[in-house]
């Protein structure tokens, strides 16, 4: 009797997740809000160096992701991220969440505070964000 074949894990969701320069893109579109091609290269490219195509192709790329749409009802068509910053920022975290603490935010969130990298003034932040989470009653 043969053996079925197992199945290899799809890796769907890691691929659907933006790279370090495809934040680089969002964070210009998040900014900035609709651009056309050019206006998009123009404040990317700003920064960091790239050419046209390479944006150009960078952009076709995060479209196939669904991390960017196009309106083509105009010219030149217009480029938005696909979903808000702070919808991305979740994602990215339940995902590394997922990846690098067994699934648990505690670990990841300790993980974030340990340390001296935070300021006073962020850490404050973060209490006050804690005691309105435990009013609305977190998470059940």
Known sequence: MAKKP???PTRRAASSQPTETELELL????EHGPCPM???HEIYSATR???YTTTQKMIQVM???GLVTADSTVRPPLYSASEPQERTQRKLLDYLAQKAF???AKALILSAVSGD???KEE???IKRRISRAEKEGGKT
């Open 63 to 65: 479209r196939d992701k």
């Open 49 to 51: 160096e790239s050419g």
């Open 6 to 8: 197992v199945p290899r």
């Open 123 to 125: 850490l404050s932040e």
């Open 38 to 40: 050019g206006r998009l």
């Open 27 to 30: 964070e210009v579109l998040w």
């Open 117 to 119: 990298r935070l300021s």
């Open 102 to 104: 067994g699934g648990s």
